[in-house]
């Protein structure tokens, strides 16, 4: 079973910028493709960034592209998510998730049913 924790989240301004780590239990991290997504109130769970097995491939959404990286360092079981210039509306609780599944289309991990696990989340909150 694996187990996947983030952190980093909290209170930033407007323009500000907030480091997000997800640590991966199981021995097998670059096995996983890995995703943030996140959640804001009353609004559904979306894609926000996800990476290959050895990083060499990032997919973002419109709506972060530019401002948000991600990355992983399969030595340390860890994927991070580097958020700058945030926004108010990019206030969600951020949720890190694993996907042992194989696609060839690279589309298909923007949606949550392609993940096997997630974390518990963690909150950013973007004040104006």
């Known amino acids: 079973q694996v187990q996947l924790g983030e952190s980093g989240g909290g209170l930033v301004q407007a323009g500000g910028s907030l480091r997000l780590s997800c640590v991966h239990s199981?021995?097998?991290?670059?096995?996983?493709?890995m995703g943030w997504f996140r959640q804001a109130p009353g609004k559904e769970r979306e894609f926000v960034t996800s990476?290959?097995?050895?990083?060499?491939?990032?997919y973002y959404a419109d709506s972060v592209k530019g401002r948000f990286t991600i990355s992983r360092d399969n030595a340390k079981n860890t994927v991070y998510l580097q958020m700058n210039s945030l926004k108010p509306e990019d206030t969600a609780l951020y949720y890190c998730?694993?996907?042992?599944?194989?696609?060839?289309?690279?589309?298909?991990?923007?949606?949550?049913?392609?993940?096997?696990?997630w974390g518990q989340g963690t909150q950013v909150t973007v004040s104006s």
């Open positions: 998730a694993a996907s042992h599944q194989r696609a060839y289309d690279m589309t298909r991990y923007r949606l949550p049913n392609m993940y096997d696990y």
């Open positions: 990476i290959s097995w050895t990083g060499g491939s990032t």
């Open positions: 199981g021995r097998t991290f670059d096995d996983y493709f």
